[in-house]
């Protein structure tokens, strides 16, 4: 796991104290008062005997975190954040794990969290500048001793899970729920994994949801859908499974608290067929939450910061696996063993080595999907299948690695290149839309789009908030920020409108997303490159979830479910699939070790 020491520079305490002047808000051994204070005057008040609540803020991820602290002399007593920009799952996650650490430790000196990185630092900045609106200078405050001990890790369980994303966990709570003795293992300091990025729902056919809304759907044409999504190269059986199994893992779903009643349309599906939480709230966030909440329910160890690097054969059976973590080396002897590690979208040497032109390539994953399990797997025997198939998205912003929903092009918006002209039907596949973008001068483009449309969308918000939109009051403004000639945008706006009033765009043949033209100022502009996004291929499974061998046969005692498998996806993973695989197959991989150990 990569996780990285907080440096607590002369720097960033200055920086704290700038975020005082601006934030402020009171303190309790006073009445609380509103108005700010100024930096100079809580740097020279005295350390408070008599101890107090005081609030410091800090620019977080999706916008500010404020950091309430209650001291009583030096020490710290009591942590609260209140951070509404943050996603329960990724940065509340990261807030609750940082309030533990700072309260136990006693010191603002903890691990940034993987995968939650400008949220943990944030949360950092923030305890600091409330620390020295304490008149405490953290620098000063030392870890109480002992409290790096980590909690004593079980060395025999009926099952082990590797991985703490959407599948592990589906499978961790299938078997528990069937009655056995069941521990994760997650490498980061977070659950989630990739499952946090799922932003569109999960695909099901012939559901209730379904049939409440009159909608009309088979088993059949959802395997049409994705066997012809996938470019017909998917395993037929595993994609019969998913499908054949949906509807019920929507149920079971449901009857651990995250129904998905939301159904609508999503792309390479013939009918509405993606279910998404009511709230609109992103489907991977949500599941994650109810998962959590669900493993703690039934008092399944997860074991965080623990990575699984060997799996244990004997006879030719899977009999544990070899973690390491800060105290050292440990093995878990175990009746079966779930390989639930996802993909390896964020291992540039590993995707390069199946895909030499990703080369550079920015990843939209979280940093665990390095593809352990699948080199694990190998290295006991196991067969892998479309292990070069890797999906590019479209349009990811390359400095923070943000993936622009294709909602913003499905409601609207048009990529143009620094040139200042379109290049492409933008509702085309991912893997055209890709290449077409890379086909441009510096490889690179820009999505248009205007403030009726940013108003429709609240994705955009999250976007305007991380920093990278550029924003002009007109077409000519926004075009001089990106440096395009201003007449020349201006030109290609205005053919567009034209196309989106006629229903007909004779540039490229787009024939969706056109109902809003782009005509209410102001304007804005994110610069995009594709992004590594999907690994379809992995590990080989059969519809019971069991690990293949390179010879064919079962792997006894090993199961894989999620993104560390191959076959279900293909060539390429359509919306909506990455959620029903994660449900369905960690939902078997479960159900099956637990017969198995039965
Ligand atoms: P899926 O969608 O298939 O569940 P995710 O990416 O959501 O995949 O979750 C996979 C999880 O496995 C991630 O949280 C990742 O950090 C974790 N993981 C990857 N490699 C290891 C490993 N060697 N040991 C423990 N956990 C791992």
Redesign the pocket.
Known sequence: ?KRMKLVRSAAGLSAALVLLVTSIVGCSNKPAVNEPTTAAETTTEAPSEEGGTFEGTAQGFGGDVTAKVTVSGKEITALEFVAEGETPAIGGAALEAIQKEVLKKQTTEVDVI??ATVTSKAAVEAINAALVLAGIDPSSLVAVAGTDSLEEIKTEADIVV?????????AAITAKQAGLDVVI????G?????????TGGMNAAETHFQKEQGIEDTVALFIEDTMTGGKNINNIELVTTMAENSADAIEWLESIGAPLPKVSFSGGASVARIHAPEDGSGV?NYL?AVFDETLKELEIPVYLN????EIIMKDGAATG?K?TRADGEHTINAKAVIL????FGANEEMYTKYREELKGFVTT?????????IV?AEAIGANLVDIEQIQIHPTVEQTTSIMVTEGVRGDGAILVNQGGKRFVNEMETRDVVSANVIAQEGGYAYIIFDHQLRENLKATESYVKAGIVEEGETIEALAEKINIDPSVLSETLGIWNEAVTAKTDGEFDRKTGMEHDLTTGPYYAIKIAPGVHHTMGGVEINTSGEVISAEGNVIQGLFA?????GGIHGANRIGGN??A??VVF?HIAGKSAADSVK
């Open positions: 796991m993987a995968g590797i991985g703490g994303g959407g599948a592990g966990m589906t293992l997650e490498k980061t977070m659950i989630g994994g990739n499952t946090t990025k799922a991977g994650v623990t990575k699984a690097t696996v973690v639930a590690t996802g993909g994953n979280t940093p665990g999907a390095t593809g352990d399990g694990m479910a999620g993104e560390v498998t990455a959620v695989d994660i960690g």
